[in-house]
């Protein structure tokens, strides 16, 4: 870490344009607190509207060779070890917006990881691009996906020689982590760039005990979510170039993409959380995950001695698909109990407040920043969790159910693109099944899409989504919530 990083050029202009009151003869209309509703400004606070200024204001994004919205990028860069990190005001979404437009300048084939995000799959969308997909490990025991490996991504660019990148997904929802390395030099071999979705890793360049970062094991263009677990406000995120990308993937592609996706107002609380986020990882973050890891060895102890309870942990580390396992995630194995994790979500909120990140029929996720000093919230989840274990009782005969795996995922007729924007009509869910899927069904948790638009469908899918719903679940991407009719690609 050098001395540059223990500064905020971004945020320190925008407080000294706040602290000079200027005339704002400029948007937004609340004008830093005196226009805004009195609920607003009580919530919020003055000094935070006060700092909500439009991209281009003079002496923070203008005015000067780097600006200081520049020098906030390059810092970010270097804390994270990229040739250049573009800050992102719509999410890590942004960043897989942008990934995809920025490949389909090279062609119009790539190969992605089949339990991509959603956002990933709109980029497809987007972009255009024709997917090969490349299927995760499927862990036999638990059901969840995990990453790719190096094996099934070689043959999926074996059979795609046409691709212009390959695209996974690493850490998962569930802290599975992929051996980089190796796929980056398979995607290498083939001459392609390994793009990364690390929107689950950002805080993995902070710390040596945490399995490596994409851009140390060499991925070329790495999307983070900030805001997940670094902890930048909600919607923050970075896209992060690898050194190695030159020949492969273009910068000034990256920048194209990145402006076509993002507002021309972007946020200047955003981008100033990103610039604070960055400077509080860098300088601190090795010592705030040491307490953080440290907390979640005791609390996942704790939650084993549970009757019927277990967790999620680095027992998962050498499964096909898991290279290594993130700690910052805490998954409870529920099987043993005798009530589902839905049912066990809202007994926890009634017991004990706890709001967690994700829960499904056999596993709860709670998340862990890396700023949470003391961690009172961890003993706080093993209270309650105690409390509803006694509720609920052991299931004897649960432990050894599966997690429910989706059902494998439907042959893909045609692009997402041409399934989105083409011809197409609602049908009955109930007289679905066979059709093209015009449209994404991704039942959260945890949102990877079990139809694409593009992909037929299949009674089995139909049925398992319906399942989620009635299970206390929800689908994303569906035009009707409740699945009572599917948009399906029209057919002549
Ligand atoms: C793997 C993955 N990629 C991308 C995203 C999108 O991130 P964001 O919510 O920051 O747009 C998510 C969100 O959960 C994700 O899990």
Redesign the pocket.
Known sequence: MTARQEQTPYLDALCDYARRKPARLHVPGHKGGPGADRGLLEAFGERALSLDIPALTYGVDVGMEPSPFEQAQLLAAEAWGAKRAWFLI?????G?LAAGLALAHRGSEVVVQRN??S??IDSLVLSGLRPTFAAPEVDPELGIAHCLTEETLARALDDTPGAVGAWV?SPT?FGAVADIRSLVEVAHAHGVPLIV?E??GAHMAFHEGLPEHALAAGADLV?S?T??IVGSLT?S?MLHLGHGAGEVIGEDTVDRAVTLTESTSPSSLLAGSLDAARRQAAVHGRELLTNTMAALVLARAEIQAIDGLDVLDDRLTGRPGVFAYDPLRLAVDVRGVGASGYELAPMLREIGDINLELYGQNVLVAVFGMGERGLPEASRLVAALRTAAEWVGPDLGGGQASFAAPPPWGELAMTPREAYLGPQEVVPASQAAGRIAAESLATYPP?IPNVLPGERLSAETLAYVQSTLELGGSVRGASDRLLRTVRVVLEH
């Open positions: 719509n999410g890590a979404s942004q897989n991509a995000h956002s990933t997904t929802y979705d929107a689950w999307i979510s805001h997940k919607q995120a949102g």
